[in-house]
């Protein structure tokens, strides 16, 4: 049966699972008891609880900061998500006027559930001594972005002639953490209970990131549907069958857009109110995308679906209430966290690009626009960071933040002045969106400077050698960031290549650059050293490399896949030889990444162990939060990273798909050898979108693959495979056993 699982649940108490009747129909993997994780008890380290979020506002669960979409504060490397206290973070008891219910009163236990297919987070506690059953639901609204909830339903359970000592009221307390020391915070109203008259309280940023790029304060505005600041006593009279209260609040840069916000939020009522948050959410997962597992394989499943969920969770909503505001990237462990240096603060790396962006373009080809939008938006800054470190071009910061200005922390100077691979990695990912999305209005008009300036970048960083032709990349630090102050790190040079060569490419596509800087180009891509060893059939990770050196990461592996520029014997070889030497504690989506190539060369039980080495040891098993680390190890949580990188090994190396550009330049659509992991039977991805209209969906298997497709107002589609070549027309269905050549597949023109 189908285990495409959406909800996780823990049992505080018995530790059984509860029932679940069969049901019909597309849903029914939401809802039933194999959806449901059992665990004695909520995680031993409370920083592994679920992180929610629309893009917009985010939080952690039980947490003490709510973060926005952008706003930060602090100078240079010390710029960090600002937080704000978690004004959300409320728990609700049950009372009387002799006290409050303890844990002696609760026999069943208390559940804790995510449910990831309706988007919320639920406790329900069960007072089976005192007949009641109190349920608390917590959620960022995915419509009403600028909105935080907080729900609480109260029921009796026991006959009326039962409730003469049932609880009399119910006490809401606030747990928002300490005062931010990133604000300065002033209430502008205090509130009351006339209509319209909220509680509002202005928060200024204390410090600018980059003075040249924010002359001025971050500035946000809190509006509370009624203010908390001393505990809320509900009334509860015992002939009450149940008591119901929600808490709203609204946070958003501009005074009206919160206001407007709350007054629409309370025109609803309660129940209509959670039914637009979860018609948002299911509309993701039945049309936008979702992948469902047949197989003996729950545990995958769930880590599979979380990890879509809590991405998800750090894009914006695509339809809202009211105009988004500019995306500002996506950071390693997601816009609910970032107050921390574990966190990363909050900044933009290369993971964006080459670890999410692939899987986060197939949720939609508008959220990659969103995410490459932040890139384009702060292409002046980037022009700004080349010229101020002597080179010419735009040269993306390792680290950036609000102003797209260099933020690395001042611990690691070395990594902000040698991972120059930031640059070209992002012009990798942009011809990867293109293949994917064919574009070319957008490409041409928002991504075609980027690309360029990256390529002017790169030559004036390049020493080349006339007499020999030969270029390199000098005094560098690749992925491997063990190993700083290296010559010809060989990722850097092979996607700096890659960058260099689709600028040309695109130049001619769109009509833009001089023969000249062509020329200058192709040059430096021609002549930039991609070291091999003759006579051991490797490539050493930079000049003078020592066999058996131990590094941090995936490096040199890289250039299979991802970036397809080395897929023959040497690559192989390298993947035998750094499997070795890469270190046990690197991070989570080196293993997947090692997975997705030996898949790539057919090489299943390899591919197995690494694949299931690169989540079973990452993911706390309560809530399906990611780690950076392997368990033991310190790290990062809600690692978005490591959940890119193992959902790319599922879907681009056991699904064997891909989007890319050959060797004579058609930016096509690829499906090869499909294979699945230990346990799956069949994995099947639902609405990949391919061109700006089109939609496709892909089950595989061990033994073959189907694709169907369909452009909706497109002239339709066309196949090579091998020597054959065929006009598919505007829908199609293709079967292709295991033995067959591979597929790939283009627009009719």
């Keep these: 049966m189908a285990l495409n699982i959406y909800r996780i649940y823990m049992d505080h108490g018995s530790g059984r699972p509860s029932s679940c009747k069969a049901q019909q129909g ?39 900061a709510i973060f926005m979409n952008g706003v930060y504060n602090g100078a240079g490397g010390n710029s960090k998500r600002a937080r704000i206290p978690n004004w959300i973070n409320i728990s609700t008891e049950a009372c009387d006027r002799f006290g409050c219910a303890t844990d002696s009163d609760v026999v069943n236990g208390t559940s804790y559930e995510m449910d990831l297919r309706d988007g919320y987070f639920r406790v329900l506690t069960t007072y089976s001594r005192l007949g009641i059953s109190v349920e608390q639901r917590t959620y960022p609204h995915k419509y009403y972005n600028r909105a935080l909830v907080y729900e609480v339903v109260a029921n009796r359970l026991a006959g009326r002639n039962l409730r003469i000592n049932s609880p009399k009221f119910l006490r809401l307390t606030q747990f928002a953490g300490n005062s931010s020391d990133a604000f300065d915070f002033v209430v502008v109203n205090n509130g009351s209970s006339a209509s319209g008259d909220y509680r509002t309280i202005r928060g200024r940023t204390k410090v600018v990131e980059n003075e040249q790029f924010q002359p001025d304060p971050q500035e946000i505005f809190v509006l509370f549907s009624e203010s908390l600041e001393q505990p809320l006593e509900l009334q509860w009279p015992t002939w009450q069958d149940q008591l119901s209260h929600r808490v709203i609040l ?46 003996d394989a729950l545990e995958l499943s ?69 995410v490459l939008g932040y890139r384009a938006r702060k292409l002046e800054a980037a022009k700004y960071h080349a010229n101020s470190t002597g080179y010419k071009g735009a040269r993306f910061p390792w680290e950036s933040a609000y102003t797209g200005t260099e933020v690395t922390n001042p611990c690691c100077p070395e990594v902000a002045e040698q991972e120059i691979h930031i640059s070209p990695d ?68 092979a996607v700096s290549k890659i960058a260099l060569n689709f600028a040309e490419w695109l130049a001619k596509h769109c009509g833009n650059a001089s023969t000249e800087r062509l020329e200058k180009w192709r040059e430096v891509s ?100 990611w780690s950076e680390t392997p368990m033991g190890y310190d790290g990062s949580a809600n690692f978005l990273t490591g959940i890119g990188g193992f959902l790319q090994a599922l879907i681009f190396g056991y699904g064997s798909l ?63 495979q091998g020597q054959k070549r065929s006009i598919l027309g505007r829908s199609f269905n293709l079967t292709r056993q295991n033995e067959d050549p591979p597929i790939a597949i283009s627009f009719l023109r």
């Excluded at 005074?255 to 637009?276: C, F, H, N, P």
């Excluded at 008009?445 to 990256?454: E, M």
């Excluded at 050698?465 to 102050?485: R, Y």
Aim: with cysteine; charged share 20%; hydrophobic share 35%.
């Design 26 to 64: 597309s849903t029914a993997h939401f809802r039933c008891g194999k959806g449901q994780t059992l665990t004695p008890s909520l995680p031993s380290d409370l920083n592994f609880m679920p992180t929610l979020g629309n893009g917009h506002v985010g939080y952690t669960i039980f947490g003490d």
């Design 250 to 295: 609204t946070i958003d840069r501009d005074e009206s857009v919160a206001r407007k916000e709350l007054q629409d939020v309370l025109k609803l009522s309660a129940v209509y109110l959670l039914q637009k948050h979860t018609q948002s959410w299911n509309s993701f997962w039945d049309n936008e995308f979702s992948i469902e597992i047949k197989g």
């Design 302 to 370: 769930q880590i599979v679906n979380a990890g879509i969920f809590y991405i998800v969770s750090s894009l914006p909503s695509l339809k809202t209430n009211q105009k988004n505001e500019p995306f500002y990237g996506l950071s390693p462990t997601g816009l609910g966290r970032g107050n921390l240096e574990a966190d990363y603060q909050g900044h933009n790396f290369w993971d964006t690009e080459i670890w999410m962006l692939p899987v986060v373009s197939l949720f939609g080809l508008d959220y990659a626009k969103e």
């Design 426 to 493: 992002i012009s990798f990912a942009i011809q990867k969106f293109f293949a994917q999305s064919n574009d070319s209005e957008w490409t041409c008009d928002t991504a075609w400077p980027i690309t360029a300036d990256v390529a002017d970048f790169l030559v004036s960083r390049a020493t080349c050698d006339d007499s020999s032709k030969t270029c390199h990349l000098l005094n560098v630090m690749g992925p491997d960031e063990d190993h700083p102050n290296v010559n010809d790190n060989v990722y850097t040079n």
């Design 526 to 625: 021609d002549g930039l050293v991609i070291l091999r060893d003759e006579s051991l059939n490797y490539h050493p990770e930079y000049e003078g490399y020592v066999r058996g050196t131990i590094i941090k990461q995936a490096d040199t592996i890289l250039l299979g896949y991802p970036l397809n520029f080395d897929k023959g014997s040497t690559h192989i070889n390298d993947l035998r030889f750094y499997a070795n030497v890469t270190r046990e504690s690197g991070p989570a989506m080196t293993w997947s990444m090692f997975a997705a190539n030996y898949l790539r060369n057919f090489e299943l039980t390899l591919a197995n162990e690494f694949f299931e080495r690169g989540y079973k040891s990452y993911v706390r098993p309560e809530f399906k939060v």
């Design 658 to 720: 891909d989007f890319g550009r050959t060797d004579n330049d058609l930016f096509l659509m690829f499906l090869g050898i499909t294979l699945t992991p230990p346990n799956v039977e069949e994995v099947f991805i639902n609405s990949i979108p391919y061109g700006q209209d089109a939609k496709c969906t892909i089950r595989f298997k061990n033994r073959y693959s189907e694709i169907s497709c369909y452009d909706r107002i497109g002239k339709g589609f066309q196949m090579s």
